[in-house]
């Protein structure tokens, strides 16, 4: 299945919302769009192809409604999802959907770009789950690519699970929250090794956790 979604935010009217495929969005306030799941992707095979504006001076909130699951397919294991944001001039984005959860046996890739202008806001929050309960087998790679203005702000890769150079059942990492703000000048900070926010060349800061298993809500934030 091929699944294609758009998302336009611009000042003084609701957001634009057009869909074709497994994923929609509902308004669910002036400035806020929850992702709804209306089939079951992706699964192996699937491509999802995600884009979300916010014009100069407008705001957004995305949320979802409930986790992404990616199964494996018939034929292939591999599903693959680009996410492509652009946030304009003085605009606000603040992205944070319930986690993906790659099921024993898929493999889920995601490439996501982001465009923001130089006085812009973001928070963009990515959770991840390999492997349900007792499953293994399950991977997962994940690639941000951010640009501000014209000016490179990241290239970030990690994989999780099967396949990854990394991976070890014992010990490796089988779930990540990662969360890209922009402008935030915090200092570095380090719970553990596992636990890291880093401040970015060009300004704002990547926080990113891994751990075997994703940290209930009330915890999750530092």
Do not use: C
């Not at 699944?3 to 306030?29: K, M, N, Q």
């Not at 292939?76 to 946030?87: D, L």
Request: proline share 6%; charged share 20%.
């Amino acid at each position: 299945m091929r699944t294609e979604l758009s998302i336009v935010a611009a000042p003084g009217g609701l957001p634009r919302i057009d869909a074709v495929g497994g994923l929609a969005g509902r308004h669910t306030g002036i400035d806020t769009v929850h992702l709804i799941g209306t089939a079951a992707t992706p699964l192996g095979g699937d491509e999802l192809h995600i884009t979300i504006v916010v014009r100069p001076g407008a705001r957004l909130v995305v949320r979802s409604v409930a986790a992404t699951i990616a199964l494996p397919g018939a034929d292939t294991m591999v599903s693959n999802a680009h996410w492509h944001f652009e946030i304009g001039e003085g605009a606000e984005l603040d992205f944070d959907p319930e986690p993906t959860i790659v099921a024993g046996g898929a493999h889920h890739h995601v490439v996501t770009t982001v465009q923001v202008a130089p006085d812009a806001r973001l928070r963009l929050r990515e959770r991840v789950q390999v492997g349900r309960s007792g499953e293994h087998g399950g991977g997962w790679r994940g690639d941000l690519l951010a640009d501000l203005g014209e000016m490179p702000l990241l290239r970030h890769r990690l994989e999780l699970g099967s396949g990854a150079s990394t991976d070890d059942r014992l010990g490796a990492a089988r779930a990540l929250d990662s969360e890209l703000v922009y402008p935030d000048d915090r200092p570095a900070w380090s719970a553990t090794v596992d636990e890291v926010r880093l401040p970015l060349a060009a300004g704002g800061s990547l926080t990113t956790r891994t751990g075997s298993r994703l940290r209930p809500p009330a915890l999750a934030k530092g």
